[in-house]
T-cell receptor, first 113, second 113 residues
Framework: AQSVTQPDIHITVSEGASLELRCNYS??????LFWYVQSPGQGLQLLLK??????LVQGIKGFEAEFKRSQSSFNLRKPSVHWSDAAEYFC???????????FGKGTTLSVSS | EAGVTQSPTHLIKTRGQQVTLRCSPI?????VYWYQQALGLGLQFLLW???????NRGNFPPRFSGRQFPNYSSELNVNALELEDSALYLC????????????FGSGTRLTVV
């Protein structure tokens, strides 16, 4: 079955520290992979996406993610977290055919001072 | 460029009533997706419209329906509202080339009392 797993429900990171949010997927076809961020009561903002090419992709707000096919993972990283990064982060998988994105349950990021 | 717009932003309805939510995709986007984000349940796929046709639907009862108009805007209709329909309803749009990603609106917050 197609699925996305985000193992960490809630993560707290100190401001200025590095961040890694984990995402594992199970998908039969060649996946398109996405990370979205959602602030409370808001819609989803696309941070970055991967569909082919360089497995390390850069996104907005200083985020990056690395696609590892052998591990079926697409982990999100940021070298130095800012208080404004506190939000919920969703990993999602799709494909070129346009089948609806499948989302993970999300990881809530808290940033401590 | 205008983003995906959804209306209304908030809505309160009584159990048993009917509701219509609206979504205008980004200009040039032909696909529209509807998601339900209920508390604690993550993002659940509802419906996918492309070129005016329903392409797929998620595991929701038939009282959830919709349509896509010739200008690619879309409506989501929910009949016989139940308390558990209270959620944030998100609309997303995409180009035919999904590698460009999916853009989400800010959602409609539906409260059923």
């Amino acid at each position: 079955a197609q699925s996305v797993t985000q193992p960490d429900i809630h993560i707290t990171v100190s401001e200025g520290a590095s961040l890694e949010l984990r995402c594992n997927y199970s998908y039969g076809a060649t996946p398109y992979l996405f990370w979205y961020v959602q602030s409370p009561g808001q819609g989803l903002q696309l941070l970055l996406k991967y569909f082919s090419g360089d497995t390390l992709v850069q996104g907005i707000k200083g985020f990056e993610a690395e696609f590892k096919r052998s591990q079926s993972s697409f982990n999100l990283r940021k070298p130095s977290v800012h208080w404004s990064d506190a939000a919920e982060y969703f990993c999602a998988v799709g494909n070129q055919a346009g089948t609806a994105l499948i989302f993970g349950k999300g990881t809530t990021l808290s940033v401590s001072s | 460029e205008a983003g995906v717009t959804q209306s209304p932003t908030h809505l309160i309805k009584t159990r048993g009533q009917q509701v219509t939510l609206r979504c205008s995709p980004i200009s040039g986007h032909t696909s529209v997706y509807w998601y339900q984000q209920a508390l604690g349940l993550g993002l659940q796929f509802l419906l996918w419209y492309d070129e005016g046709e329903e392409r797929n639907r998620g595991n929701f009862p038939p009282r959830f329906s919709g349509r896509q108009f010739p200008n690619y805007s879309s409506e989501l209709n929910v009949n016989a509202l139940e308390l558990e329909d209270s959620a944030l309803y998100l609309c997303a749009s995409s180009l035919r080339d999904r590698a460009y990603g999916y853009t989400f609106g800010s959602g409609t917050r539906l409260t059923v009392v």
